[in-house]
């Protein structure tokens, strides 16, 4: 029975992400024989340096270099090149950020924070959820997953059932990281491919926040009490069973909260304050983003009095539990080497924008959000899918007279969500097993929140285009 049960689980899996971006590159190669080559003109900023589209004219064009066999290959080291900004960047602030996980600080705190409600059943969940949310809004997203078996403890420990427990962090995880306030891997990314200083219109997306995090509050709280009420109601109502009958509280680990980690976590505050000012009002980039995580790990290694050897070696752990990630933007930045050398880049913006041009502004919003949910299926890395999507949403765009910073948010909230609900995505699949929870179980209770969740995020899309949500 359990063999059968491993095949079918693999006759189910998808290809690796790798895998899925070279099927990607090899269907650009076979549209460059049958896409016609064109270009917009492009003007020079004179005082940034920085190019833009004349969304006027443009011609088509003959295309005197088309993508050989070499030019395949190659267009993955340059891929990376091309993206080692962002990936050194991910990098660094991956390291620091395990040197705080590792030093028990960010577990210390959750623990603090339930010492603090205890006794409070549905304040622990809620605060639990807030909790995630803000992990997720700042970029965790799988940074999170660890934190989860804790969470579960703490909340199946007060008599409810699994899939409360695991849906008040990962719901958390996921609206955080759709509403993305500073979420560098959405965000950051699709904001310097189009040019908008990173983390503007954070007043928005906290806004977005507060109204998702409202939405799956009454949505985990309902169900909580509904199955707590009546077991029978709970979709793992069978184990739930079982575990009712043990009502001593789950037995976990404590960390304690002393003040250096105090002063570590509120470090982590002033880090995310600090970048997101510097780089909205000091004009901060990929390198002097790198450099203030840079800063934070030597302030952990002197708070913490943790070994400056021992530091370097967990640094090196952390950046490399991203270096998948930091490939696989190198990987996208590839698609977007070939479609540039064949040429189709600009045809694909022109073809959209008249195929959108008559159809109104709401239906062409709904048209790019459902074209991202449905893209994120294949490519569910945000920050790889940002450098395939955004150099054709940004100029599409400006032709459709829909500002950028409304694009930006097009992509975060129709990327976000999906990623803890499409089978494709390996960050779920891993919360899922780690949890011990059926992926079917899940998509049983999730379904119906993430079908409210984007259709708030639709709305607010729409809200953000009648404001002309700006930079800021």
């Known amino acids: 029975m359990m063999r059968q049960k491993?095949?079918?689980?693999?006759?189910?899996?998808?290809?690796?992400?790798?895998?899925?971006?070279?099927?990607?590159?090899?269907?650009?190669?076979?549209?460059?024989?049958?896409?016609?080559?064109?270009?917009?003109?492009?003007?020079?900023d004179p005082e940034t340096g920085v190019e833009h589209l004349n969304t006027e004219v443009f011609e088509y064009v003959a295309n005197d270099?088309?993508?050989?066999?070499?030019?395949?290959?190659?267009?993955?080291?340059?891929?990376?090149?091309?993206?080692?900004?962002?990936?050194?960047?991910?990098?660094?602030?991956?390291?620091?950020?395990?040197?705080?996980?590792?030093?028990?600080?960010?577990?210390?705190?959750?623990?603090?924070?339930l010492k603090v409600a205890e006794g409070k059943e549905k304040f622990i969940i809620v605060s639990?959820?807030?909790?995630?949310?803000?992990?997720?809004?700042?970029?965790?997203?799988?940074?999170g997953i660890?934190?989860?078996?804790?969470?579960?403890?703490?909340?199946?420990?007060?008599?409810?059932?699994?899939?409360?427990?695991?849906?008040?962090?990962?719901?958390?995880?996921?609206?955080?990281?759709?509403?993305?306030a500073v979420n560098f891997y959405t965000t950051g990314v699709s904001q310097s491919i189009v040019g908008l200083p990173i983390y503007s219109g954070v007043g928005f997306r906290l806004i977005s926040l507060l109204v998702f995090i409202l939405i799956s509050a009454v949505y985990v709280l309902r169900y909580a009490n509904k199955t707590k009420a009546d077991p029978t109601k709970s979709i793992v109502y069978e184990e739930y069973q079982v575990q009712l009958q043990n009502t001593e509280k789950a037995e976990y680990e404590e960390e304690a909260f002393t003040f250096p980690r105090k002063i570590a976590l509120l470090g982590l505050v002033a880090v995310l304050v600090g970048s997101a000012y510097g780089a909205i009002k000091l004009g901060f980039g990929m390198p002097e983003l790198s450099a203030v995580y840079a800063i934070y790990a030597v302030f952990l290694v002197i708070i913490l009095k943790i070994s400056p050897s021992e530091a370097a070696v967990t640094f090196g752990e952390g950046a490399a539990r991203l270096l998948p990630t930091g490939l696989a933007i190198g990987f996208a930045r590839s698609v977007m080497i070939l479609m540039d050398q064949a040429k189709i880049i600009d045809t694909a913006v022109y073809s959209l924008s008249n195929l959108l041009d008559n159809t109104g502004t709401v239906i062409t919003l709904l048209v790019l959000f459902l074209a991202v949910i449905f893209f994120n299926f294949f490519v569910v890395s945000g920050s790889g899918k940002a450098v395939i999507l955004m150099p054709i949403m940004g100029p599409l765009g400006k032709i459709l007279n829909i500002n950028q910073q409304v694009m930006v948010v097009v992509y975060q909230f129709g990327d976000g969500f999906t990623n803890y609900l499409w089978p494709t995505s390996g960050g779920?699949?891993?919360?899922?097993g780690m949890s011990n929870v059926n992926?079917?179980?899940?998509?049983?209770?999730?379904?119906?929140?993430?079908?409210?969740?984007?259709?708030?995020?639709f709305v607010l899309i729409v809200i953000a285009n009648y404001l002309g949500l700006g930079p800021f």
């Open 6 to 44: 491993e095949k079918k689980k693999k006759g189910l899996s998808f290809p690796h992400v790798y895998i899925m971006f070279l099927l990607v590159m090899l269907f650009v190669v076979g549209l460059s024989w049958i896409v016609p080559s064109g270009e917009y003109e492009r003007e020079l």
């Open 439 to 457: 992926y079917g179980d899940w998509v049983k209770f999730s379904f119906k929140l993430f079908m409210l969740l984007h259709f708030a995020a």
């Open 428 to 432: 779920l699949m891993a919360a899922l």
């Open 65 to 113: 270099n088309p993508i050989g066999f070499m030019d395949f290959f190659v267009a993955l080291h340059n891929g990376v090149v091309q993206s080692a900004d962002i990936i050194v960047m991910l990098l660094f602030a991956s390291g620091a950020l395990f040197i705080l996980e590792k030093s028990g600080a960010i577990a210390a705190g959750i623990h603090a924070l």
């Open 128 to 143: 639990l959820l807030v909790l995630f949310a803000t992990m997720g809004t700042i970029g965790f997203g799988e940074g």
């Open 146 to 180: 660890p934190f989860i078996p804790l969470a579960m403890a703490v909340v199946m420990g007060m008599g409810y059932d699994r899939m409360t427990a695991f849906a008040t962090s990962v719901v958390g995880l996921a609206i955080g990281f759709s509403a993305g």
